[in-house]
């Protein structure tokens, strides 16, 4: 609940409108509900905030109309949906865009809210940000660190087709920056507000590169790379961003609303990926590539490509995983053969 140090007035909006202004009411006006009073704080990069309503107005937050404060629908990199808190005893709440601060209106304008020039121990822009619920959030799991080698022949010819998949980065999303169309934003925001996006990532044998070769013979052959999955109807709508073909992050607005854009420093921190260089999304891709075996034996060959595989989860208890995309690195791709080549070559030593 906020509240205004002044005057003890709350902040509150109607459900009832999706474009209602935030005003100043009483916590026992006939006219308002519980829900209309909580507001949720969504933490974003730079010690930012996204004020949202909780539970009300399809959780829209907080935004700036010429000094007035009023409620729409999230979008990412909107600046004028951004606040700093300024916490001292009381609380002072800052609009991001333009430094200007929140304050409680006197006299006739008693229960309006605006933004104005920030005054010295002025009580109208001093608030109370009081704690009223506690969420339950999933607690953040071991990561690994390293990811294990790929797979390489054994003694006697046998190989693995990959390794298991490894928890290599993991991190809370806010739930109005995801769209999940199989709950509405009012149960969304009580139930699951956040939203648990996991990193894996293991080796797989990549498709087209089990070549099989006679003594002191060359092939060329083809193999694949990227991802299958069309982004536009996974991750771009869902999670406002992309991955491109140097595997980097593209951030931008999706259609259906929302979008990550506000907490990229944390997904370039906590999941490992940087931001992407290029400008081409990654598609699925086939690369030519040689090998030869300079032994007089027969050899087989088989690479192995890293595979990231990007899942999101609605938590409300339990975890259910409503999206998933798994792209491959080129640049990761790697050969293995049977006999390998010093291997062989030892062999042909010995004889």
């Not at 992309?242 to 906590?270: A, C």
């Amino acid at each position: 609940e906020i509240s205004n140090h002044a005057n003890g007035l709350y902040a509150a909006t109607y459900l009832s409108l999706d474009d209602s202004g935030v005003s100043l009411m009483n916590k026992n006006d006939d006219d308002i509900d519980d829900y209309n009073l909580k507001w949720f704080l969504f933490p974003i990069d730079d010690d930012q905030y996204i004020i949202t309503s909780y539970a009300a107005n399809n959780c829209k937050v907080w935004n700036v109309n010429n000094d007035k404060i009023n409620v729409s629908t999230y979008s990412s990199t909107n600046s004028i949906q951004k606040w700093q808190i300024k916490a001292n005893g009381s609380s002072y709440v800052i609009q991001s865009d333009n430094g200007k601060v929140l304050t409680a209106g006197t006299g006739q304008a008693l229960g309006l809210i605006r933004l104005t020039d920030e005054s010295s121990n002025n009580p109208n822009q001093q608030w109370n940000l009081t704690s009223v619920q506690t969420i339950q959030l999933p607690q953040k799991p071991i990561i690994d660190t390293k990811l294990k080698d790929y797979p390489k022949y054994s003694p006697t010819g046998n190989i693995d087709n990959g390794t298991s998949p490894q928890l290599m980065g993991w991190t809370l999303v806010p739930c109005i920056m995801v769209n999940d169309p199989n709950i509405d934003k009012n149960t969304q925001i009580k139930t699951t507000p956040y939203y648990i996006l996991k990193k894996y990532q293991y080796w797989q044998r990549a498709v087209g590169s089990n070549v099989a070769l006679r003594p002191h013979e060359e092939k060329s052959y083809t193999y694949e790379w990227g991802t299958e999955i069309d982004q536009k109807t996974t991750i771009i709508n869902t999670l406002g961003f992309q991955i491109n073909i140097d595997s980097g992050m593209k951030f931008d607005i999706p259609e259906v609303g929302g979008g990550t854009d506000e907490i990229k420093t944390q997904l370039n921190e906590e999941l490992k990926i940087e931001y992407s260089r290029e400008t081409k999304i990654m598609e699925k891709y086939q690369e030519q590539s040689e090998i030869d075996n300079p032994t007089d034996q027969p050899m087989n060959s088989i690479g192995f490509l890293t595979i990231t595989s990007l899942e999101l989860y609605r938590y409300n208890g339990s975890e259910i995983r409503i999206m998933q995309i798994q792209t491959s690195d080129n640049d990761t791709y790697n050969v293995t053969s049977y006999p390998d080549h010093q291997q062989a070559l030892l062999l042909l030593t010995n004889h």
